[in-house]
């Protein structure tokens, strides 16, 4: 059985981490959304998390995710699921119906599956853009006319909604290094936001448990922590 009071702890002390880094760069409380990753870790775990407050969670397998999600829906619908792993085209299919977002785009034929999966599922799913903007994932769009075309695309899609952008930072102990890849997503994002007005991308997903607060300061608006929040696993 999962350690209640443990997990509990955990995001009260994350919550402190947050609110202090929320308060040292000037913004509202609520400007800031928090993702349990749960990759790993059991049905009774989210549970858990879901008791201590946590709505949001994030998955990186589609095999893990349609093994745990359809049972902890049936008991709390209105928990939200994104997908925030590397996503094959083949795989599209299966997740669609769990998720409300996915945050790993990084290639246009991916957006053409699941605009085309989420039309055959009458329902409509938000999307991040992955951005590469250092070395600890070899996924995402590497350049700015890349975003651009998949914006374009996007801006088409009746299925499929774009929010943002996504972006995992080197993992280092080099605090400037961490806070350029934050800063690279950030000047992303302004710059796709004036070039398509007519799309709503304020969804800035960067910061996980050994980087979230500088994240914060660079301007994430969600935060992906696992480790810091369940512990790691065995």
């Not at 760069?25 to 201590?52: Q, Y």
């Not at 903007?133 to 374009?152: C, H, I, N, P, R």
């Not at 605090?175 to 799309?199: G, V």
């Amino acid at each position: 059985m999962p350690n209640t009071s443990k997990i509990q702890d955990a995001l009260n002390a994350i919550q402190e981490k947050i609110n202090r880094a929320i308060d040292r760069s000037g913004r509202r409380r609520d400007s800031l959304k928090l993702m349990a990753v749960s990759k790993f870790h059991t049905v009774e775990e989210i549970l858990t998390a879901f008791d201590a407050g946590l709505v949001l969670f994030g998955e990186n397998r589609v095999q893990e995710s349609c093994e745990k999600f359809p049972q902890i829906f049936l008991k709390h619908p209105e928990i939200q699921l994104h997908m925030i792993g590397s996503l094959q085209r083949n795989k599209v299919k299966a997740i669609i119906p769990l998720v409300s977002c996915i945050q790993s785009v990084d290639r246009l034929e991916l957006i053409e599956e699941i605009q085309k999966q989420a039309q055959k599922n009458d329902k409509t799913i938000d999307v991040l853009l992955e951005y590469h903007t250092g070395e600890a994932s070899k996924s995402g769009f590497t350049d700015e006319e890349q975003v651009y075309k998949a914006l374009e695309v996007l801006s088409t899609t009746t299925h499929v909604r774009p929010k943002g952008f996504m972006t995992m930072a080197p993992f280092s102990n080099d605090e400037k290094e961490i806070r350029s890849s934050f800063k690279k997503l950030r000047a992303m994002q302004e710059k796709s936001q004036k070039k398509f007005s007519h799309l709503c991308l304020t969804e800035l997903s960067m910061g996980m448990s050994n980087d979230y607060e500088i994240a914060i300061e660079e301007g994430s608006t969600l935060i992906r922590v696992g480790t810091a929040l369940f512990g790691s696993r065995e």
